[in-house]
Nanobody, 115 residues
Framework: QVQLVESGGGLVQPGGSLRLSCAAS????????MGWYRQAPGKQRELVAATTRGGFTNYADSVKGRFTISRDNAKNTVYLQMNSLKPEDTAVYYC?????????WGEGTLVTVSS
């Protein structure tokens, strides 16, 4: 069984920054891709950013230029650097990993952007 553990969420003022981490219980190179999703109250879960084993990345239009996804294969960890945060970025952020037909999720970390 794969475990994904998120950390780094919290309360931040608009314009501030946070870095989320997702630590995997296995070699992340075994996954086809990994990513970050978020779910705001009353809304559907949406893709924020993703990275493939080969290093390709893609982002939701709403976060392009502000968020950066990266990975440290040696630490089996994926990061999400979030800059210029806005109140509408408030959500629970989930780490996701995919391998063949299997999808794995973390339990989420709450990000609140408020003054």
């Amino acid at each position: 069984q794969v475990q994904l553990v998120e950390s780094g969420g919290g309360l931040v003022q608009p314009g501030g920054s946070l870095r989320l981490s997702c630590a995997a219980s296995r070699n992340i190179l075994s996954f086809n891709d990994m990513g970050w999703y978020r779910q705001a109250p009353g809304k559907q879960r949406e893709l924020v950013a993703a990275t493939t084993r080969g290093g390709f990345t893609n982002y939701a239009d709403s976060v392009k230029g502000r968020f950066t996804i990266s990975r440290d294969n040696a630490k089996n960890t994926v990061y999400l650097q979030m800059n210029s945060l806005k109140p509408e970025d408030t959500a629970v952020y989930y780490c996701n990993a995919n391998r063949l037909a299997d999808t794995f999720w973390g339990e989420g970390t709450l990000v609140t952007v408020s003054s």
